[in-house]
């Protein structure tokens, strides 16, 4: 009688966003934001990516607070428990690429890793900053992942349309972007890549 062929899952260059994926970026500035304006917006309910619960001034006077912030990628919350991510390493070939802006202290890419480090996502962790969010494209392309997940309805746009393999995150200000998959969890995302590209 033969033995059941055990399943093997290639190794995977798997890309992430931060904010919005793993980081709770939005619940920190709707808490900035809403002290600034006297507001209780609840970051759960975000409608639009521009947060235009908020007036422009209110906007602008919570990105000069995060600019002068001491640390303040450091100090956002994990948007799932962070046990999620630590076995990825020891299969797949995961990448991080973040347009983050500079605040004040340590650089974007120490601060990331520290974060990853801190909440236990990963032990070494690639951080890629790019300045803009529309040159993750490029990066991705150049590092030829599989598979690249994000929140922002643009970048989730314009990888469809470069033929990325890409997924969205699910959130309130991306409901109306329908080209890519759409994964509730970080652990759908990685079981969703590798059902459909890393069984050999």
């Known amino acids: 009688m033969w033995a059941a062929k055990e399943l093997v899952i290639k190794n995977l260059r798997i890309g992430f966003d931060i904010d ?71 299969q797949h070939t995961p990448f991080f690429i973040t347009s983050r802006v500079p605040v004040a202290g340590q650089s974007i890419e120490r601060q990331t890793q520290k974060w990853l480090n801190w909440h236990k ?41 470069a033929d990325v393999n890409c997924y969205i995150y699910d959130q309130p200000y991306n409901k109306q972007v329908a080209c890519a998959p759409r994964v509730k969890s970080i652990l759908d995302y990685i079981k969703n890549v590798e059902d459909r590209l890393g069984r050999i």
Do not use: M
Request: aromatic letters at 12%; charged letters at 30%.
């Open 20 to 90: 919005g994926v793993l980081a709770n970026f939005s619940g920190r500035f709707c808490e900035i934001a809403n002290k600034i304006s006297g507001k209780s917006v609840d970051w759960r309910g975000q409608a639009t990516w521009e947060f235009e619960e908020f007036t422009a001034q209110e906007v602008d006077q919570t990105w000069d607070v995060i600019h002068t912030t001491q640390d303040f990628w450091l100090k956002l919350d994990p948007l799932e428990p962070s046990a999620i991510l630590r076995d990825v390493e020891e």
């Open 121 to 161: 996502f990963l032990g070494c962790p690639t951080v890629l900053v790019v300045p803009h969010w529309s040159q993750k494209k490029a990066l991705i392309k150049d590092l030829k992942l599989d598979s690249f997940i994000d929140d922002k309805p643009d970048t989730v746009e314009q990888l469809y349309a």
